[in-house]
């Protein structure tokens, strides 16, 4: 059960919300390894060494506070390098955490929509007054910005460069024809 919390079965990877949280956790995790690290190295009080890591790991660094010891500096150089990698990743995965809502939000809203008369003209891509389950299923995926129609279009010039028949449909006879060509 907690494997399936972490991993997305369908997606064969971790969730993002895991993602967010761990990457969150390893910002809080550089933050308090430098606020310990600065409170030692640069005797600073706990509220400063906590001021001088957050400005740090952020890339705020207002400057008022610095490491000043060749300890401290040297602690810095590879510190804030892993801290400020470790804040870009969360930012990453929080952004990508937000558009996964708002597509899953999209899909959602062009699911329940209701088909129109305009729909049924939209998704007609043979012009033949009616859709098929095909066409159905193409016209929702460009409804829900999965597939852009420049894509749809280089797949029908790949079907209708395949299909020497002309008939609409693939047949062995076609790819036969297209591996002779080959």
């Known amino acids: 059960m907690v494997r399936a919390y972490v991993i997305d079965p369908a997606k064969g990877r971790m969730r993002i919300r895991m993602k967010v949280g761990l990457a969150l956790a390893v910002v809080v995790g550089c933050i308090a390894i430098g606020t310990v690290t600065v409170h030692l190295l640069e005797d600073m009080s706990w509220v ?49 955490l937000r558009i996964d809502k708002r597509n899953r939000r ?15 003209v939209a998704a007609d891509l043979d012009h033949d007054g009616s859709i098929s389950k095909s066409e159905y299923i193409i016209y929702k995926l460009r409804e829900m910005g999965k597939i852009a129609e420049k894509d749809i279009m280089q797949i029908c010039t790949q079907f209708d460069t395949l299909d020497n028949t002309n008939c609409g449909r693939l047949t062995i006879a076609d790819l036969m024809e297209e591996s002779d060509a080959d």
Do not use: N, P
């Open 48 to 96: 400063d060494s906590f001021y001088l890591s957050v400005t740090s790991v952020t890339t705020v660094g207002y400057g008022d506070y610095a490491f000043t010891t060749l300890t401290g500096r040297c602690f810095a150089i590879i510190w804030l390098l892993v801290s400020t990698l470790a804040v870009a990743r969360a930012f990453l995965y929080l952004t990508e």
């Open 106 to 120: 999209i899909a959602k809203w062009v699911l329940q929509k209701k088909m129109t008369l305009g729909d049924l």
